[in-house]
Structure formats: structure tokens, C-alpha cells
């Protein structure tokens, strides 16, 4: 068993119930409690729901052990925490391990007898040694390490190890003696197994093709460990044992990213991938070498898994309907929150040429009126993620509201293959503004929207490009809403965590220090002055990812350059906040939009001086970013 992480900017987001292996009747779920997210377990035969947590700032991550424990994170607003379980029936919150202490947690995993795992993140000062694994209790934790800890379930936890940087634990193996974490998927240390004691098993490489763990096979005593690996463009799943190297199953191949998990008879594997915006599922037979296509209904497939007896529960959305949970042989599932709806408008598809191919865009047209309508990009984050045909209240919002919404898979984004996943060719933000700025054309050209009014909403890494564009384009946009965004490149990398240090080193090619101008070049701060239209900045006072001062810092640029601008500031983090905080930024954000886009004369945005635009140009095309970049499929 391992833990399931719900965090996200939305209050709640759908997620399949996860299945207790002892008693498959027995899940666990998160639903929606008041406007919070909360853990909940479903008893299949009774059709009943019981809420398990109730906290002031939802409960994201829960689990169900082979016993039926439930357990959940325990977190404060600045994501730090312990793990707590109780029977599944109900009973006292007990603490999955005492001694451990309140940190970020990088997993959960327990044993088939009740062993317990915990990764958790670390500071200090020290680094770990040449394996990059430090062992027992007395060993100095080092600057962004994560510590292990492992004791039965209620027991005393025992500090075994150490890794150095960011990692996540993977799975722990049936008898508890084996324990996969993954790190940076194109590293030399992409994937660490560990023994129960701490001890060194193995170190799998991603130098040759970036490798990401996904579990142990179950009722299996030679420690088979799932893999999934980039290969020549290609995705394809690998198998791991003690003493080998993976052994990749080359007719087992996508071309676009996929993650699997076990059957529940170790022999076979269920494959869900994802392919321009849309997903299917696929049984790999180990014995058989056969690849067979499980029927699911067009659309989006945001999990899967396989269960006994040959069933498979998956989590089915598109653009029309709410996520619902759907299981191949009819067992009852728990509700979804959210009513069926029918969208406003109509949905299309676009394909923009581009230099590294088509950008692919789906656009929602509100329903038609006298004249063409306002345009919202909503930007999707990542930037290794997409935007998919699934359901989006904020798109129906803005659909209902009168507006046309474009959400544009830009280069960068997954589901489109690796080539495209590294194609930065015009530098970081740089090449996907220019996918935003290429669709926006198109969708002009093709009269579906108003070129006077276009604006543009992304969080976290969407948000970024959203203030990156107002400020490197600003004859395009007419508004801007960037909520929990990067603005300053550089200082997001020194007050940032670990994780989004490396990511940032391998999408800039070094650090700040080491390549001063690539950071700046990619900095929306950078062109502060150069914003004419204006901007809402939803911010998070505890955001670790998307640190507030660096926001602060762009927002006294923008007042200094007498930019209009509005700021929202959130008493959260930078995942996860409660149905309030959502409903008061959806709110803040469709008003500030429908006052700079309809209410206002439609003329086209102020522009700088021809000087400062060609300035901008060339800060475009200069030295291209590094493209080697840590991803996850």
C-alpha cells in the first residue's frame, strides 16, 4: 500500500477510492465536506460513506492499509505534518509512527504485515556520502535530504536512512524487506532500493533514459519492482529483481506517457495512458506478451486500477461531465461531488502549426451572441502536465459568464511525447508564450474570438506564463489574472524547495549564479515596467513552491511602473485551501475579467515604444535554455 497525494490549487479534485487488498469491499476517498476536501471510507456493501477527518484546511493524502487502517496526512499551513491512521470503523487518531517528526512528507508504504514507511524531507547542513544514502539514527541530516523512517504500524519509528535531494517513496515490497524511492528521473540516481535496515540494494540510472519507480508486485517473494522508462522516444515498462538490471518489455511501447500498475495476480499489468488530451487503458499479459485495449468511453481517464477477478475501477471525465467513478463490473462506487451539467457553449479542437509541430488547443465557445466574444487563456501548470478533455468549473464558469476559454497545450506540456516535452528551443516561458501567442492568432484569423479582448489565467507555473506574456507581449493582452505564480525566476530558485531547485537547474542548464542572463531573460520581473494591462495576483503567505516575497518584489515593480493591479493575498499554502478561498478567488477573478474585457471599450492594449518592443524581441530569441529536464510520466 502506498499513499495517495489529492493536493491541488482546485478545493477538491477527484480521485479514485483507493481499495483496501485485505477486503476489497473496504475503501478509502476524499470528497467534499463543507467546501474542504476530507477523507472519507465506503463500505461496497452497505453503500455507506463515513468521514473520517475534519480539519479547519482539508485533508489531502489518505491511504488504506491491507488491514483496513485508513491513514491521512496531518498537516499544518506550511504542509509540514505527521501521519495518523484509525480503524476503519472509526475509533481513536493514533500516529502511524511516533518519533517522527512533523516534516513535508515524500510518502507513505506499509508492508502486507504491518510495516510502516515514511519518507519525509529534511534540512541541515551536512550532505550525505558518495552513494548518496546515509544509514542510522545518529547520521546529521543534510540541506533538501529526505529521511526514511520504518516500525511497525503504532510503533516507534527508527531513522534508517538518508538520500541526498528530493526522492519519494515508491512502494514498499509484500514482505516489507524491500524499499523503492524515486529521484530525479534522468539522474544517476533515478531510482534507490533500500533494505528494510537502510541498507544499499541497489542504484538504477536515468542517464540513459529517464526511470521512474511504480510499486512492488504483490504475493512476491523475489522483489519485482515496476518501472517505467523513457526509451528512444518511447515509453515502455520495465521489470526490476535484487541483483539484475531492468529488463524493459519492448512490445509494450507508447509514444506518449503512460504510469501502470500490478494485477492483482502479479502476471499481468494495467496500463493507462495519455495521448493529446485524452486517455485510455490497456492490459499488458507478462506471460503472453499481449497488449488488449479495455473499453472505456472517450474522454479523459484521470486513474485507474485493477482488483481482483479481472475488474477495473477508473475515474472517467470530459469536458461535458464531472468526474465519475466507474467500475467494469458494476460495483458501487462512491458519489462524486458535482451534478451532471450540461457545458455552456460548444466545444472544439484546434491544431496551430508551430516550429516543433502543431500546438493543440481546446477551445469552448460560449453560446453565440451578436458579436465575437472575449477570449480567456487558461493556462495549465507543469510545466510538465497538460490540460485534457475533462470536466473544469472554471472553464464552465467563464463559459457561462460569456466567455470563449482557449486551453493551450504548449510545448513543454506531457501527453504529446518526449520530443515535445523538451522543446524549449526559444528559452524557458519564452517558447510557450509564443505557442499562446501563435494559437491567440489563429483563433483571431478564424473570427472565434475578439482580438480587442483577450486575457489570460494560469496558477503556479500557468501563472508564470501568464506574467511573463503581459510583460514580453503586452500589445496582445488586454488583462491578467496569475495566481501562487513565479515572478522572479531567480529568487523563486534560492527561497524554493529542493525539488523545483533541481528542476529549475535542468530547465536553465546551471543555477542562478552559474547562468545569470538565462534567469533573467525568462524572469517576468524582468519586464515589469513593460506590463500595460491590468492584473489581478492571487498569492499564498506559506507558499513554499511559488514563494510570496518573490511575489511582493514583482508587485512593487509593477506599482512603481504605475501598472493597474489588484492583489489577493490567501492564509495558505501553495497546494490545496478551502472551498471559501476558492469561491472568493473564482468570484474575484470572473469580475476583475468581465470589467477589463466587456465593461471596458474594446480597444486594442497600449503598446511601448517600437524601441522597447524590439529590445524584447531579441531577448526572445537569444541563447536558447537548456532542455534536459526532470519529468514524471
Same mark, same amino acid.
Given at each position: 500500500?502506498?499513499?495517495?497525494?489529492?493536493?491541488?490549487?482546485?478545493?477538491?479534485?477527484?480521485?479514485?477510492?483507493? $481499495?483496501?487488498?485485505?477486503?476489497?469491499?473496504?475503501?478509502? /476517498?476524499?470528497?467534499?465536506?463543507?467546501?474542504?476536501?476530507?477523507?472519507?471510507?465506503?463500505?461496497?456493501?452497505?453503500?455507506?460513506?463515513?468521514?473520517?477527518?475534519?480539519?479547519?484546511?482539508?485533508?489531502?493524502?489518505?491511504?488504506?492499509?491491507?488491514?483496513?487502517?485508513?491513514?491521512?496526512?496531518?498537516?499544518?499551513? %506550511?504542509?509540514?505534518?505527521?501521519?495518523?491512521?484509525?480503524?476503519?470503523?472509526?475509533?481513536?487518531?493514533?500516529?502511524?509512527?511516533?518519533?517522527?517528526?512533523?516534516?513535508?512528507?515524500?510518502?507513505?508504504?506499509?508492508?502486507?504485515?504491518?510495516?510502516?514507511?515514511?519518507?519525509?524531507?529534511?534540512?541541515?547542513?551536512?550532505?550525505?556520502?558518495?552513494?548518496? &544514502?546515509?544509514?542510522?539514527?545518529?547520521?546529521?541530516?543534510?540541506?533538501?535530504?529526505?529521511?526514511?523512517?520504518?516500525? #511497525?504500524?503504532?510503533?516507534?519509528?527508527?531513522?534508517?536512512?538518508? !538520500?541526498?535531494?528530493?526522492?519519494?517513496?515508491?512502494?514498499?515490497?509484500?514482505?516489507?524487506?524491500?524499499? +523503492?524511492?524515486?529521484?530525479?528521473?534522468?539522474?544517476?540516481?533515478? $531510482?534507490?532500493?533500500?533494505?528494510?535496515?537502510?541498507?544499499?540494494?541497489?542504484?538504477?540510472?536515468?542517464?540513459?533514459? +529517464?526511470?521512474?519507480?511504480?510499486?512492488?508486485?504483490?504475493?512476491?517473494?523475489?522483489?519485482?519492482?515496476?518501472?517505467?522508462?523513457?526509451?528512444?522516444?518511447?515509453?515502455?515498462?520495465?521489470?526490476?529483481?535484487?541483483?539484475?538490471?531492468?529488463?524493459?518489455?519492448?512490445?509494450?511501447?507508447?509514444?506518449?506517457?503512460?504510469?501502470?500498475?500490478?494485477?492483482?495476480?502479479?502476471?499481468?499489468? !494495467?496500463?493507462?495512458?495519455?495521448?493529446?488530451?485524452?486517455? &485510455? !487503458?490497456?492490459?499488458?499479459?507478462?506471460?503472453?506478451?499481449?497488449?488488449?485495449?479495455?473499453?472505456?468511453?472517450?474522454?479523459?481517464?484521470?486513474?485507474?486500477?485493477?482488483?481482483?477477478?479481472?475488474?477495473? %475501477?477508473?475515474?472517467?471525465?470530459?469536458?461535458?461531465?464531472?468526474?465519475?467513478?466507474?467500475?467494469?463490473?458494476?460495483?458501487?462506487?462512491?458519489?462524486?461531488?458535482?451534478?451532471?451539467?450540461?457545458?455552456?457553449?460548444?466545444?472544439?479542437?484546434?491544431?496551430?502549426?508551430?516550429?516543433?509541430?502543431?500546438?493543440?488547443?481546446?477551445?469552448?465557445?460560449?453560446? #453565440?451572441?451578436?458579436?465575437?466574444? #472575449?477570449?480567456?487563456?487558461?493556462? %495549465?501548470?507543469?510545466?510538465?502536465?497538460?490540460?485534457?478533455?475533462?470536466?473544469?468549473?472554471?472553464?464552465?464558469?467563464?463559459?457561462?459568464?460569456?466567455?470563449?476559454?482557449?486551453?493551450?497545450?504548449?510545448?513543454?506540456?506531457?501527453?504529446?511525447?518526449?520530443?515535445?516535452?523538451?522543446? /524549449?528551443?526559444?528559452?524557458?516561458?519564452?517558447?510557450?508564450?509564443?505557442?499562446?501567442?501563435?494559437?491567440?492568432?489563429?483563433?483571431?484569423?478564424?473570427?472565434?474570438?475578439?482580438?480587442?479582448?483577450?486575457?489570460?489565467?494560469?496558477?503556479?507555473?500557468?501563472?508564470?506564463?501568464?506574467?511573463?506574456?503581459?510583460?514580453?507581449?503586452?500589445?496582445?493582452?488586454?488583462?491578467?489574472?496569475?495566481?501562487?505564480?513565479?515572478?522572479?525566476?531567480?529568487?523563486? /530558485?534560492?527561497?524554493?524547495?529542493?525539488?523545483?531547485?533541481?528542476?529549475?537547474?535542468?530547465? /536553465?542548464?546551471?543555477?542562478?549564479?552559474?547562468?545569470?542572463?538565462?534567469?533573467?531573460?525568462?524572469?517576468?520581473?524582468?519586464?515589469?515596467?513593460?506590463?500595460?494591462?491590468?492584473?489581478?495576483?492571487?498569492? +499564498?503567505?506559506?507558499? !513554499?513552491?511559488?514563494? #510570496?516575497?518573490?511575489?511582493?518584489?514583482?508587485?512593487?515593480?509593477?506599482?512603481?511602473?504605475?501598472?493597474?493591479?489588484?492583489?489577493?493575498?490567501? +492564509?495558505?499554502? %501553495?497546494?490545496?485551501?478551502?472551498?471559501?478561498?476558492?469561491?472568493?478567488?473564482?468570484?474575484?477573478?470572473?469580475?476583475?475579467?468581465?470589467?477589463?474585457?466587456?465593461?471596458?471599450?474594446?480597444?486594442?492594449?497600449?503598446?511601448?515604444?517600437? &524601441?522597447?518592443?524590439?529590445?524584447?524581441?531579441?531577448?526572445?530569441?537569444?541563447?536558447?535554455?537548456?532542455?534536459?529536464?526532470?519529468?514524471?510520466?
Amino acid at each position: 500500500m502506498t499513499a495517495t497525494d489529492r493536493g491541488s490549487f482546485e478545493v477538491f479534485r477527484a480521485a479514485l477510492p483507493e $481499495v483496501c487488498d485485505g477486503d476489497p469491499t473496504r475503501m478509502v /476517498f476524499t470528497g467534499d465536506a463543507a467546501g474542504r476536501c476530507e477523507i472519507f471510507t465506503w463500505d461496497a456493501r452497505t453503500a455507506r460513506a463515513r468521514q473520517v477527518t475534519d480539519r479547519p484546511g482539508g485533508t489531502f493524502h489518505a491511504a488504506i492499509d491491507g488491514d483496513g487502517h485508513v491513514w491521512w496526512f496531518d498537516e499544518d499551513e %506550511h504542509g509540514a505534518g505527521i501521519w495518523r491512521y484509525q480503524p476503519f470503523a472509526g475509533g481513536p487518531d493514533l500516529p502511524g509512527l511516533p518519533g517522527v517528526p512533523s516534516a513535508r512528507t515524500h510518502g507513505l508504504a506499509v508492508s502486507d504485515d504491518g510495516q510502516v514507511a515514511l519518507a519525509v524531507a529534511e534540512t541541515g547542513t551536512e550532505t550525505g556520502t558518495g552513494t548518496g &544514502t546515509q544509514t542510522g539514527p545518529g547520521t546529521a541530516a543534510g540541506s533538501g535530504g529526505t529521511a526514511l523512517y520504518t516500525g #511497525p504500524r503504532g510503533g516507534t519509528g527508527r531513522r534508517v536512512a538518508r !538520500l541526498d535531494g528530493h526522492a519519494d517513496l515508491a512502494g514498499i515490497s509484500p514482505d516489507g524487506g524491500l524499499l +523503492a524511492l524515486g529521484g530525479q528521473a534522468r539522474s544517476a540516481r533515478a $531510482v534507490t532500493v533500500l533494505r528494510a535496515d537502510g541498507e544499499p540494494c541497489a542504484v538504477l540510472s536515468g542517464e540513459s533514459g +529517464a526511470l521512474w519507480p511504480l510499486g512492488f508486485a504483490p504475493d512476491d517473494k523475489a522483489g519485482t519492482l515496476l518501472l517505467v522508462r523513457e526509451r528512444d522516444g518511447r515509453y515502455l515498462p520495465a521489470l526490476w529483481q535484487p541483483g539484475t538490471d531492468p529488463v524493459e518489455l519492448p512490445w509494450c511501447a507508447f509514444d506518449t506517457e503512460i504510469t501502470a500498475r500490478w494485477c492483482p495476480d502479479g502476471r499481468a499489468l !494495467l496500463i493507462r495512458q495519455e495521448r493529446h488530451g485524452r486517455g &485510455t !487503458l490497456h492490459l499488458a499479459d507478462l506471460d503472453a506478451r499481449t497488449l488488449t485495449t479495455v473499453p472505456t468511453p472517450p474522454g479523459t481517464l484521470l486513474d485507474a486500477a485493477p482488483r481482483p477477478g479481472g475488474e477495473v %475501477h477508473y475515474l472517467w471525465t470530459d469536458s461535458a461531465h464531472p468526474a465519475r467513478a466507474r467500475s467494469t463490473a458494476g460495483t458501487a462506487l462512491p458519489p462524486m461531488p458535482g451534478a451532471e451539467v450540461r457545458l455552456p457553449g460548444t466545444g472544439r479542437e484546434l491544431w496551430t502549426p508551430g516550429p516543433d509541430g502543431p500546438v493543440h488547443t481546446l477551445v469552448t465557445l460560449p453560446e #453565440p451572441g451578436p458579436h465575437r466574444p #472575449p477570449c480567456v487563456f487558461l493556462v %495549465h501548470g507543469g510545466p510538465a502536465d497538460h490540460d485534457r478533455d475533462a470536466y473544469d468549473g472554471i472553464v464552465h464558469s467563464l463559459a457561462a459568464s460569456g466567455f470563449a476559454v482557449a486551453r493551450v497545450n504548449y510545448r513543454g506540456s506531457t501527453g504529446y511525447g518526449p520530443a515535445w516535452r523538451e522543446a /524549449f528551443s526559444e528559452g524557458v516561458g519564452l517558447t510557450q508564450i509564443a505557442d499562446l501567442a501563435s494559437v491567440r492568432a489563429d483563433l483571431v484569423d478564424r473570427g472565434w474570438i475578439d482580438g480587442r479582448a483577450t486575457a489570460l489565467w494560469g496558477t503556479s507555473w500557468g501563472g508564470y506564463l501568464a506574467l511573463l506574456a503581459l510583460g514580453v507581449q503586452p500589445e496582445l493582452w488586454r488583462a491578467g489574472v496569475a495566481v501562487k505564480p513565479v515572478a522572479d525566476c531567480a529568487e523563486a /530558485f534560492h527561497a524554493g524547495t529542493p525539488a523545483l531547485r533541481a528542476l529549475d537547474e535542468r530547465l /536553465f542548464g546551471g543555477t542562478p549564479d552559474q547562468v545569470p542572463e538565462r534567469y533573467a531573460r525568462s524572469s517576468p520581473s524582468h519586464y515589469a515596467a513593460r506590463v500595460r494591462a491590468p492584473l489581478l495576483v492571487v498569492a +499564498a503567505e506559506y507558499d !513554499l513552491k511559488c514563494p #510570496p516575497e518573490q511575489v511582493r518584489g514583482y508587485l512593487r515593480a509593477l506599482a512603481a511602473a504605475g501598472v493597474p493591479n489588484e492583489a489577493m493575498w490567501l +492564509a495558505t499554502g %501553495h497546494d490545496g485551501y478551502d472551498g471559501g478561498d476558492h469561491v472568493a478567488v473564482l468570484r474575484r477573478a470572473i469580475t476583475f475579467l468581465a470589467r477589463e474585457l466587456r465593461d471596458r471599450p474594446r480597444t486594442a492594449p497600449q503598446t511601448p515604444a517600437a &524601441t522597447g518592443r524590439q529590445e524584447a524581441g531579441q531577448r526572445t530569441r537569444a541563447a536558447p535554455a537548456s532542455t534536459s529536464r526532470p519529468h514524471a510520466p
